[in-house]
C-alpha cells in the first residue's frame, strides 16, 4: 500500500510502500532515526489523529512533534492525567483542580486533609517518573454520553479515570519532561514549550501574573461563574446584560486603579505591551481618558511611526522585511524625540507612511509642559532596549493580556492563546477581510515574534491588565465559527479549524451583543469601537 508522509514540520512529502492496518505508532518507529524530536501524534488527511490508530487505505500523513502547537497541547493533556494519576494514587486524592497557564507550566490546587508539603510534591514526582519507566498505556474509553460534554474524551492510565477534549499520547513512555514545584498555595506542573520541546525551560518566577489571576479568581466570584457551564445558564436564564455590565465595570475599576497608581508615582512615560489581540489600543486610549479625569493631559503615541525607512528594514530568514523585531525600529530618534518632550521642549513627531515606506516629517509638531505624561503603546514598550536613554524613573510599564480563569471544568483549562487566536480572527475577518484560514497559517509567526519580543519582558511589568471578558467567547463564537466552517478539508489549517470548533461548541452563543459598550475592549475585535472610527 503506498501513503504520503511528511516525517516533521520541516520535511516534504515523500512516497513510501508499507503494509496495510499498519498503527500509525508503528510507522511513526520506523522513522525515528530521521526526526529530531519524538513524534506524538499524526494529521492523516488534515484530521488529527493519535498514534494508536490504524492506516486503513492510501493517505496523507503528517507526523508532529512538540514544535507544533497539536502536539504541545496533546503533551500537556497527556502530562496532566500523569500528574493527576499519581497524586491520587500517593496523596490519596482526587480533588486536584488545574487552574490556568504560569511560569511556563500549569497552576494547579491540590486539596488534602493536611497542609500540602514540598516532600508531598516529590513524592507525587517521583512517582510520574516511575510511571514514565513502566510505560503504562493510555486506554481511550470513548466519548462522554452527555451532550454537553460530548466533546470530551475518557482517558485511562492504570485505574484512574479522566475526561479531556483533547487528545493524548498512547502511553507514558512518551513523557518524559516534565518538573513538579510547589509554588505559593499550589503546584506548578511545568513541560518543554514549543521553541525547544525536549528541555526544560529556564523557571522565571512571573509572581504579578499569579496575582493577575487571583483577580480574575475573584471577579469570577463576583459574577458567580466558576466554568463555562455557569455562564451558559446565565446566558439560557437571560442574564446576559448583568454580566456584560458587571464585567465592564471591573475593567473601568482596575484602569482607574492604574490610573491613579500613575498620578500617585507622577510617572511621565507609560509603556503599555502585550501580546496580539489583548486589546492594547482600547485600553491605552481608556487610560488616557481616565489620565485626564485625574487632572494631566497625556499625550498618546505608538511606536510604529518610528520605523525604520523601508530600505533599511532588516531581513528575516527568507529574506523578508522584518518588522517584528526590535531592530526595525528607529531607537535614537525615537529617544531623542521623547526626552525633547519631556523636557518641554517641541519635537517633529513622525508619521510612517506604509505606502511609501517611510517616515513623513512636519505634520506634528509637538510639545508638551513638565507635568504631561506620554502613553505609548508597542509591542516593544517593556523591553528597556527601547528607552535605553530615557530615565528609569520616569517610566511606567502596564502588561495587558486576556487571562481567563474560566475554564471547562476543574482539568480542562482554556488557553489564553486559544482566546487571543479567537479575537484575532473574528477582527482580521472584519477589518481587514482575511479568512480563518489565513489567520490560522500566520499563528505560528505570531507567536514565534510573541516568544521573542513580548513574554520574555512581561515579569518587567509595574501593572498587569487583565483584558478578559468573561463571556467574550459566547459573543466570538457566532462570528468565529461561521468562519472556521469554511476551512476546507484539503487545507493545511483545517486540523485547526476543527479544534477550535470543538472549543467553541462549549460555549452558548451570545447572538445580542448590542449592550456591549462602544469603548469596549471587545468591540477592538468585533466591531463598533468609538476608538476605531
Given at each position: 500500500m503506498k501513503i504520503k508522509i511528511k516525517k516533521d514540520i520541516k520535511s516534504q512529502f515523500e512516497t513510501i510502500e508499507t503494509e496495510k492496518d499498519i498503527t500509525l505508532e508503528k510507522l511513526a518507529g520506523s522513522i525515528k532515526r530521521d526526526v529530531p524530536y519524538m513524534i506524538l501524534a499524526a494529521k492523516v488527511d488534515n484530521k488529527v489523529k493519535r498514534l494508536t490508530e490504524k492506516i486503513a487505505g492510501p493517505c496523507e500523513i503528517e507526523f508532529l512533534d512538540m514544535r507544533t502547537r497539536q502536539a504541545h497541547l496533546i503533551y500537556q493533556y497527556s502530562v496532566t492525567l500523569l500528574y493527576l494519576a499519581a497524586v491520587k494514587e500517593v496523596l490519596e486524592t482526587t480533588d486536584t483542580e488545574v487552574r490556568n497557564s504560569l511560569n511556563q507550566g500549569l497552576f494547579t490546587l491540590i486539596r488534602t486533609k493536611r497542609p500540602l508539603t514540598a516532600s508531598d510534591v516529590k513524592a507525587v514526582e517521583k512517582r510520574m517518573r516511575q510511571m514514565v519507566r513502566e510505560d503504562i498505556p493510555i486506554e481511550s474509553l470513548g466519548a462522554c454520553k452527555k451532550e454537553e460534554l460530548k466533546q470530551m474524551q475518557l482517558y485511562k492510565i492504570k485505574d484512574y479515570e479522566q475526561f479531556f477534549y483533547g487528545l493524548t499520547v498512547?502511553?507514558?513512555?512518551?513523557?518524559?519532561?516534565?518538573?513538579?514545584?510547589?509554588?505559593?498555595?499550589?503546584?506548578?506542573?511545568?513541560?518543554?514549550?514549543?521553541?525547544?520541546?525536549?528541555?526544560?525551560?529556564?523557571?522565571?518566577?512571573?509572581?504579578?501574573?499569579?496575582?493577575?489571576?487571583?483577580?480574575?479568581?475573584?471577579?469570577?466570584?463576583?459574577?458567580?461563574?466558576?466554568?463555562?457551564?455557569?455562564?451558559?445558564?446565565?446566558?439560557?436564564?437571560?442574564?446576559?446584560?448583568?454580566?456584560?455590565?458587571?464585567?465592564?465595570?471591573?475593567?473601568?475599576?482596575?484602569?482607574?486603579?492604574?490610573?491613579?497608581?500613575?498620578?500617585?508615582?507622577?510617572?511621565?512615560?507609560?509603556?503599555?505591551?502585550?501580546?496580539?489581540?489583548?486589546?492594547?489600543?482600547?485600553?491605552?486610549?481608556?487610560?488616557?481618558?481616565?489620565?485626564?479625569?485625574?487632572?494631566?493631559?497625556?499625550?498618546?503615541?505608538?511606536?510604529?511611526?518610528?520605523?525604520?525607512?523601508?530600505?533599511?528594514?532588516?531581513?528575516?530568514e527568507n529574506g523578508e522585511p522584518n518588522f517584528e523585531d526590535l531592530e526595525a525600529l528607529d531607537i535614537d530618534l525615537f529617544n531623542r524625540d521623547m526626552n525633547m518632550l519631556l523636557e518641554g521642549k517641541e519635537a517633529d513627531i513622525p508619521e510612517f507612511d506604509f505606502l511609501q515606506g517611510k517616515k513623513i516629517f512636519g505634520k506634528r509638531r509637538i510639545s508638551i509642559d513638565h507635568t504631561?505624561?506620554?502613553?505609548?503603546?508597542?509591542?516593544?514598550?517593556?523591553?528597556?532596549?527601547?528607552?535605553?536613554?530615557?530615565?528609569?524613573?520616569?517610566?511606567?510599564?502596564?502588561?495587558?493580556?486576556?487571562?481567563?480563569q474560566l475554564n471547562i471544568d476543574d482539568h480542562n483549562v482554556i488557553s489564553t492563546t486559544d482566546s487571543r487566536m479567537i479575537r484575532r480572527m473574528v477582527r482580521d475577518h472584519q477589518y481587514r477581510g482575511?479568512?480563518?484560514?489565513?489567520?490560522?497559517?500566520?499563528?505560528?509567526?505570531?507567536?514565534?515574534?510573541?516568544?521573542?519580543?513580548?513574554?520574555?519582558?512581561?515579569?518587567?511589568?509595574?501593572?498587569?491588565?487583565?483584558?478578559?471578558?468573561?463571556?467574550?467567547?459566547?459573543?466570538?463564537?457566532?462570528?468565529?465559527?461561521?468562519?472556521?466552517?469554511?476551512?476546507?478539508?484539503?487545507?493545511?489549517?483545517?486540523?485547526?479549524?476543527?479544534?477550535?470548533?470543538?472549543?467553541?461548541?462549549?460555549?452558548?452563543?451570545?447572538?445580542?451583543?448590542?449592550?456591549?459598550?462602544?469603548?469596549?475592549?471587545?468591540?477592538?475585535?468585533?466591531?463598533?469601537?468609538?476608538?476605531?472610527?
Open positions: 498512547p502511553s507514558s513512555g512518551y513523557l518524559k519532561y516534565f518538573r513538579l514545584k510547589k509554588y505559593k498555595r499550589g503546584v506548578i506542573l511545568r513541560f518543554p514549550q514549543p521553541s525547544i520541546p525536549d528541555k526544560m525551560p529556564p523557571y522565571v518566577d512571573n509572581k504579578k501574573m499569579y496575582y493577575a489571576f487571583a483577580e480574575a479568581e475573584k471577579w469570577q466570584r463576583l459574577l458567580d461563574i466558576s466554568y463555562v457551564w455557569d455562564l451558559n445558564k446565565k446566558i439560557i436564564g437571560g442574564e446576559t446584560g448583568e454580566i456584560i455590565q458587571m464585567s465592564e465595570a471591573l475593567h473601568d475599576k482596575r484602569i482607574v486603579e492604574i490610573a491613579g497608581e500613575i498620578a500617585k508615582l507622577k510617572k511621565r512615560v507609560i509603556l503599555i505591551a502585550g501580546p496580539s489581540s489583548s486589546g492594547k489600543t482600547t485600553f491605552a486610549r481608556r487610560l488616557c481618558i481616565q489620565l485626564k479625569v485625574n487632572g494631566s493631559k497625556p499625550l498618546y503615541l505608538g511606536t510604529d511611526d518610528y520605523f525604520l525607512d523601508r530600505k533599511d528594514t532588516p531581513k528575516d504631561q505624561p506620554i502613553v505609548i503603546e508597542g509591542i516593544h514598550a517593556l523591553n528597556d532596549e527601547l528607552t535605553p536613554y530615557i530615565d528609569e524613573k520616569r517610566k511606567f510599564k502596564i502588561y495587558i493580556s486576556p487571562l481567563t482575511h479568512s480563518a484560514e489565513a489567520t490560522i497559517k500566520s499563528w505560528p509567526k505570531v507567536r514565534a515574534g510573541e516568544d521573542k519580543n513580548i513574554f520574555p519582558y512581561n515579569s518587567s511589568a509595574d501593572a498587569f491588565f487583565n483584558s478578559v471578558h468573561i463571556y467574550e467567547l459566547g459573543v466570538l463564537k457566532k462570528y468565529a465559527e461561521p468562519m472556521l466552517k469554511e476551512v476546507g478539508e484539503d487545507r493545511p489549517e483545517y486540523s485547526e479549524a476543527v479544534r477550535m470548533l470543538k472549543f467553541l461548541s462549549f460555549f452558548k452563543s451570545i447572538e445580542d451583543d448590542s449592550m456591549i459598550a462602544n469603548n469596549s475592549i471587545l468591540r477592538e475585535f468585533i466591531g463598533g469601537s468609538v476608538f476605531h472610527q
